[in-house]
């Protein structure tokens, strides 16, 4: 057996990956986590598989699941909300994977920033105004971030930010954000992205806090931060250049015959 690590995507049940989608149908028992994962998903999981809501489970009980499937010889889908690559909790469950030689693997899913990014019709790098995105999060009282991650630092070199988990804390990210970027700087917070609630708030670092306590947003939302979100004059990039295209048809032409 395998314990098949998804990830769901952000919210809407069509971003799963046909991959994804192809490993739940298949899994004979489906872990996932009831409060952010569609429960459209559950319905390609098959009818007799056990399905196992691990919203209030402790890592202890989840790992339970796991050697209980592995003992019985049943394939375990756990679905992930976003891509399990970032701020999913991954990797203390590959650790305790490893310790009982349980195999795994990682199917990639829609990450929260990329869906917020589509429905800011933005993207988020561009050229010579901004080529470098930070994935971030601030420190709460669970979790604290290592030393050096902390906003003020990172804002220190004007890359646009994208910060997962802080939308309750709007004020404190605006406040340690702006001496690197200013009041003038684009900000924009998207919640539910791609799902049918989504919401998104477009404004500056001067206002983006006012719109965000105006709405309610407290969770499941996503801050971006960057000078890239309001880029309109900007080089067009060598990729499709005409310089580039006649360098490769003349490249391709110079090129022997193959045999």
């Known amino acids: 057996m395998t314990v098949h690590f998804i990830g769901a995507g952000p919210g809407a049940a069509d971003l799963i990956t046909v991959r994804g989608l192809r490993v ?7 872990l996932y986590a009831g409060s952010l994962v569609p429960p459209e998903l559950l319905a390609d999981c098959p009818p007799d ?20 499937a592995h003992e019985r010889g049943h394939d375990v889908a ?17 650790r305790r994977l490893d310790a009982a030689g349980i195999p795994y693997d990682v199917v990639p899913g829609v990450p929260a920033f990329a869906a917020a990014a589509a429905a800011l019709k933005r993207e988020l790098t561009v050229p010579t105004v ?9 420190a709460q009282q669970a979790t604290p971030m290592p030393e050096g991650e902390d906003l003020a630092t990172l804002g220190r070199g004007g890359a646009l930010i994208v910060l997962h988990l ?9 406040a340690e954000l702006t001496p690197n970027y200013g009041a003038d700087c684009p900000a924009a917070v998207v919640a539910m992205a791609s799902r049918p609630d989504e919401l998104v708030l477009r ?13 309610g947003v407290v969770r499941t939302a996503v801050i971006i931060v960057g000078r890239t979100l309001g880029a309109e004059q900007f080089r067009d990039s060598h990729l499709y250049s005409a310089e ?16």
Request: charged fraction near 25%; proline fraction near 3%.
């Open 49 to 68: 598989a056990r399905l196992v809501d691990t919203a209030q489970l402790t890592l202890d009980q989840i790992t339970e699941e796991f050697v209980r």
């Open 130 to 138: 901004g080529q470098t995105v930070i994935l971030t999060r601030i």
């Open 166 to 174: 802080a939308a309750r804390h709007i004020d404190r990210v605006v």
């Open 244 to 259: 580039r295209v006649h360098r490769h048809a003349a490249e391709c032409a110079a090129q022997p015959p193959s045999a």
């Open 24 to 30: 739940l149908a298949r899994s004979q028992v489906c």
């Open 203 to 215: 404004g500056t670092l001067g206002d983006i806090a006012e719109r965000v306590e105006e709405a």
């Open 78 to 94: 756990r679905l992930h909300s976003g891509d399990p690559s970032v701020f999913s909790a991954v990797a203390e469950q590959m």
